[in-house]
């Protein structure tokens, strides 16, 4: 006599499953089963292994949150210098990367064991293969931000060395401009030292035809000086 079950109030979510597929499913069960047991109680047993399955896989497979949180280690810390970031968010990256292919290597031996264990994991199997495809989703998601921020910093560095050139080479002209000045200064104070001698030594021999040497040399310390003026506003301009 067959086991009945279609009277248990259990039973009233699978009454409207279609004729033809509980045939199907009945050829594909063990004989003695079928002779045994009522298709519609052994269809609600399969049905409620796979639902057993899926809710275990759920429970112990949630995400603690599902807030999308920015690691620690994407952002700068305080203090930190730019070469110092860089080469922690490389490492940082590394791991991620590292960590992706021993998900995947998982992925592929569970896959593999799934396989040999018969179609009855199927539905285990895809719920954890769906779960499992959550991770590397979240964990890519994760390397691609990364991925970006360093990029980004890439170009500040390299924006960065490029001012750091320009002031390097604008701190040489400045240099060089302060050694032109300093020559002409010294070129000054000979010149200036040159007319004092011959000044005095006009004044020594008594020499009448010379009224002039006064007012030619403050005529030369005036241009001297407007020539030095002139390369400080120069050097002004550039600074």
């Known amino acids: 006599r067959s086991f009945s079950r279609s009277s248990a109030a259990s039973m009233a979510d699978i009454q409207d499953v279609d004729e033809n597929d509980l045939s199907e499913k009945k050829n594909m069960d063990h004989p003695n089963l079928s ?30 949150t599902k807030v999308a949180v920015v690691p620690e280690e994407i ?57 499992d ?11 691609q931000e990364a991925s970006k921020r360093l990029e980004m910093l890439k170009k500040e560095k390299a924006k960065i060395e490029s001012e750091a050139i320009m002031y390097q080479n604008l701190a040489a002209k400045t240099e060089g401009d302060l050694r032109s000045l300093s020559d002409a200064y010294n070129s000054l104070e000979q010149s200036n030292l040159h007319l004092e001698n011959e000044v005095k030594a ?38």
Do not use: W
């Open 35 to 64: 002779s045994i047991l009522d298709s519609y109680f052994v269809n609600f047993v399969k049905r409620l292994e796979a639902n057993i399955r899926e809710q275990i896989v759920e429970v112990y497979s949630r995400p603690k």
């Open 75 to 131: 952002e700068q810390k305080k203090g930190e210098s730019e070469v110092e970031y860089i080469k922690r968010l490389k490492a940082f990256i590394e791991k991620q990367h590292t960590e992706i292919q021993d998900l995947a290597i998982r992925n592929g031996t569970l896959a593999e064991d799934l396989a040999k264990t018969g179609n009855s994991l199927q539905s285990e199997q895809r719920v954890s293969g769906g779960m």
């Open 133 to 143: 495809r959550v991770q590397i989703e979240t964990l890519r998601r994760d390397f």
């Open 202 to 239: 006009l004044r020594g021999l008594g020499h009448s035809t010379f009224p002039d040497v006064e007012a030619r040399k403050a005529e030369a310390r005036e241009e001297a000086l407007k020539e030095s003026e002139g390369e400080l506003n120069d050097l002004l301009v550039c600074l």
